[in-house]
């Protein structure tokens, strides 16, 4: 095992992390305002990669370009979701939205069993490597990397600029009060789980470009995006790039060590750790 | 009244179980003895997710380990199916104390997702150690001649879990539960032992996947780490559970074989529907009967309020 190597799995890891710190902040955001855990965040992601596999098969787009069409398609898809299902199991127990989003990510799953099959879709549009200071690169990561950092830098001034974005935090830290301030809290809601699912699209487009992905393995992500908000720290929109970080690397350097399943049971132990030794992540405080 | 109609009632029902496999054609024992299946899996899910509070969603790794267990046991030992299977129960409830002690001190969501991530790292296992499991290619048992000895070997495993679900749902026992289910730091505070209760509670219901789970294996002859770790086993536990009413003895029983049935009758040839449908089914119970079909009957005075089932 060479010193090259290691570097390059690491990097590997670090700009996969990038794409999944976008989907998992969106996860971040709805538990924030709503105390809900998307349970079908993972399948909104395939969503979004199939869009852009659909666009790539039949029209040749370039997935960059797909992104305006997987965002705004997906942000109607959370907006629906919370407009008649969510709403409704808001403040009640979270074992009962997580039980609804479980309904909901089983249809989504099946529905696109049904329609695409089971293969394994990619888009191998941006081929090649990047020689980076001696480290190879594929392109597509370095693309898709780039590509999650802006759209989260964005995410993250239309938190915390905008009027929408404070009304957005105002309601995370205590919906009463916000709705006592005069914020219309249902349409800040409605609007969370919109940009949420809208980030999972953008995420899932950008993976589809990376990874070959088949409509059942939406879970998987859904996983991965959990554990990195609970190593990241719950709520906190930076901690989900930390825990991205740690959960890409894992993958990386697990796939290759002991092989790509693997991954999968390395980030869950990774997840089970922190939920029971730091459940506040590294960034949280302690509960 | 009650103990007049009831106990009868159910003697009959069994006695018409017991002679039906010798009139009914091969089909109809094997589709029986499936639904058996599902209702055991649903009554002991609901002991830990009814019962206790802790909703899980990847209760198929029990049921797997239990399947892979007997399998072993079978061909490599050459142990009786019955023996096996046993062992394979017994081996889950043991695996279920160490993991409960670990992971029931999660809440709510939390718990859910870490057993729907302990079921896929189950299966990454069996997958993975080949030497133990032959990974995906599978094992192969020796063919189960006698489908009518497993349907009893079935059917007396979900008589003795619903006899059970009844037993603690009227025992002191049972009461404790339902504390730590309502409110667990309370219950704490009055002086129960939270973590035996959960713990034990959660062994129970890993016990029994674990033993239809051997005889699953025996009966088919075959099985790979996907057939026995698929989701669909723990997404029929929880929509069966919930339909009919979670935390009630029958709820489950009612919940299991209404299912099966329409799942048989309408989907069962086109599996993405089958699990498409669950899906509908389960954003229905959570947002318009949450208390299954066992809390309309009650509200409807159709079953009286002192009947603990």
Known sequence: MDYQTLLQLA????????????????????????????????????????????????????????????????????????????????????????????????????????????????????????????????????????????????????????????????????????????????????????????????????????????????????????????????????????????????????????????????????????????????????? | MTKIVIWPGLAVVLIILAVLPFFLPNYRTAFLLITFMYVTLASSWNIIAGYTGYVSFGHAAFFGLGAYTAALLITRLGTHWLLASLVGGVVAALVAVPLGYILLRLRGPYFAISMLGLAAAFEVVANSWVSLTRGGAGLNLPPALNLVQVYFAMGIAMVVVIGLSYRIITSRYGLRLFAIRDDEQAAEVLGINTTLHKVSAFTISAFFPGVVGGFYAWNLAYIDPTSVFRPILSIGMVIMTMFGGIGTVAGPVIGGVLLTVVAEGLWARLPEFHRAAYGVLIVIVVLFMPGGIMTLVRTRGWVPRSWRV
Not at chain 1, 45 to 65: H, K, S
Not at chain 1, 146 to 161: D, E, N, Y
């Open chain 1, 11 to 287: 990097v590997g890891g670090l700009l996969l992390g990038a794409v999944y710190a976008l989907a998992a902040a969106g996860l971040n955001l709805i538990f924030g305002v709503m105390r809900v855990v998307n349970f079908a965040h993972g399948d909104l992601m395939i969503l979004g990669a199939y869009t852009a596999f659909w666009l790539y098969d039949r029209g040749g787009v370039n997935p960059l370009l797909s992104l305006t069409i997987s965002i705004p398609l997906l942000f109607v898809v959370g907006w629906i979701l919370q407009r008649f299902l969510v709403y409704r199991v808001v403040g009640q127990p979270p074992l009962m939205s997580l039980i609804l989003l479980w309904g909901v990510s089983l249809v989504i799953i099946n529905a696109g069993l049904f329609f695409w099959t089971s293969n394994v879709r990619s888009v191998p549009y941006f081929s090649g490597g990047i020689d980076l200071a001696g480290i190879q690169i594929s392109r597509s990561r370095g693309i898709a990397f780039v590509t999650a950092l802006v759209l989260s830098i964005g995410v993250w001034l239309f938190l915390q600029r905008s009027r929408w974005g404070k009304a957005i935090r105002a309601t995370a830290q205590s919906a009463e009060m916000a709705l006592v301030c005069g914020i219309n809290v249902n349409r800040v809601r409605l609007l969370t789980f919109g940009l949420a699912a809208a980030m999972a699209g953008a995420a899932g487009n950008l993976l589809i470009t990376i990874l070959a992905l088949s409509p059942g393995v939406g879970p998987s992500f859904l996983l991965k995006a959990f554990a990195i908000i609970v190593i990241g720290g719950l709520g906190s929109f930076s901690g989900a790039f930390i825990g991205a970080l740690v959960v890409g690397l894992l993958e990386s350097f697990s796939a290759f060590f002991i092989n790509a399943q693997a991954a999968d049971a390395v980030i869950y132990f990774a997840l089970i750790l922190f939920l029971l030794v730091r459940p506040g992540g590294i960034l949280g405080q302690r509960e």
